[in-house]
Structure formats: C-alpha cells, structure tokens
C-alpha cells in the first residue's frame, strides 16, 4: 500500500504562484514516474505534469512554462510550483503513482481568482 498526501493548495489571486508538495508514504528511489493531475467541476481529471526518476518532466501545454515539476527523492516528496496562476487552472490537484496499481492522494483544493 501506496499513500500520497498533497498539501500547499489555496486561494490566490490571477498572477500568483502556489507550490504543491507531495509526500510519499515509501521510499521514491524505486518509484520511476509520478505525476500531477488536477480535476476541475464538471470535466474529467487530467494530466498536468510528470517526471521520472531520471529527471525527465512533461507538461501538458497549458501550464508548459508556467509549472515546474520536481522530485526530491531523500524526502519522498514531488513538488509542483505553479507560477502566473490562471482562473482556468481552479481545480483539485492529485498526485498519482502506478505500482502495480494506481494510487492516488486526497487531493489539494486550488481556486484562483480572477
């Protein structure tokens, strides 16, 4: 068993920055992908960033050079910085792993405002 635990999400005006972080309840050495999605009312959850153990990140092109992904494996945590918030980007923000199976966190609230 897999437990993730997103924290960091908030109000913020549009323009402002958030940073989320990701704990994970086991050692991240041996994890090779994780992943960010969000979920906004009314649409389907999706990816917004990923990054495996070798460093390799991907964005999806909405956030590309707003958000940066990384990873700090001696803590077991996955970080999201979110800079030059858009309305658009009001959602709640899950960490992700597949082991096996997939694991998700509770997620963290996000609400940006215009």
């Known amino acids: 068993q897999v437990y993730l635990v997103e924290s960091g999400g908030g109000l913020v005006q549009a323009g402002g920055s958030l940073r989320l972080s990701c704990l994970v309840s086991r050692s991240t050495f041996n994890i090779n992908v994780i992943d960010w999605y969000r979920q906004a009312p009314g649409k389907e959850r999706e990816l917004v960033a990923s990054i495996n153990n070798g460093g390799s990140t991907n964005y999806v092109d909405s956030v590309k050079g707003r958000f940066t992904i990384s990873r700090d494996n001696a803590k077991a945590t996955v970080y999201l910085q979110m800079n030059s918030l858009k309305p658009e980007d009001t959602a709640v923000y899950y960490c992700?792993?597949?082991?096996?199976?997939?694991?998700w966190g509770q997620g963290t609230q996000v609400t940006v405002s215009s």
């Open positions: 992700h792993v597949r082991i096996v199976i997939d694991y």
